[in-house]
């Protein structure tokens, strides 16, 4: 395989990216000056070395954002502790946060196949209930939000969370709220406008 047919099988490997679409960025590249295709080659390189995880949250963000490997929402006192929102990917954080949510997250890394056996493969589960249950048994935890998109996949995995989470909730005693209408069927959260996910949160239940 030649650099061109390595580079586009690499833009393949983006979300929501096809064969046209790969091949059209390559061209773009190759159509760009040295100093661009430089420049992006540059840019890539720093993120390993200017951009970590939350280890609280799993949302990524540059290391001066944070303290104590905590990102700027997490690394702050001035946000409402006690609710907890669960989004499946970190573009989701932002397209909240232009509702005028101001509480925490937790970043699951995805959903669940339908078909899939083994549910803690596809997403951060362990680690959110070790989230839930340091933070109930403090006495922070008042609510969790699933804050799931609305598609098979997404109802999938809010049922599989409620069943995990329901027997904590219950001794520790916070409750478990799942975004209501506004979100349509079949939508992704990270697309939706703010207006609807404040809808959505304003009718949650």
Known sequence: MNPLEKLTAAFERFPGIGPRQARRFVQHLLSSPPSARNDLARLIERLGAEVSQCKKCYRWSTKSDGRGGLCSICGTTRR??????????????????????????????????????????????????????????????????????????????????????????????????????????GSELEYADPDTIQNALNSRQ
């Not at 996949?153 to 049922?159: C, F």
């Open 80 to 185: 409402e502790a006690g609710v907890l929102f669960v989004v499946e990917k970190d573009a989701d954080i932002e397209t909240v946060e232009h509702s005028g949510f101001r509480g925490l997250y937790f970043v699951l890394g995805g959903t669940v196949p339908l078909a899939a056996e083994e549910p803690e493969h596809h997403l951060r589960l362990r680690e959110l209930l070790a989230r839930v249950e340091q933070d109930g048994s403090e006495g922070k935890l008042q609510e969790i939000i699933l804050g799931l998109s609305a598609t098979t996949e997404g109802d999938h995995t809010r049922m599989l969370l409620q069943e995990k989470l329901l027997p904590i909730a219950e001794g520790l005693k916070f409750k478990i709220t799942s975004l209501g209408r506004g979100l349509s069927t």
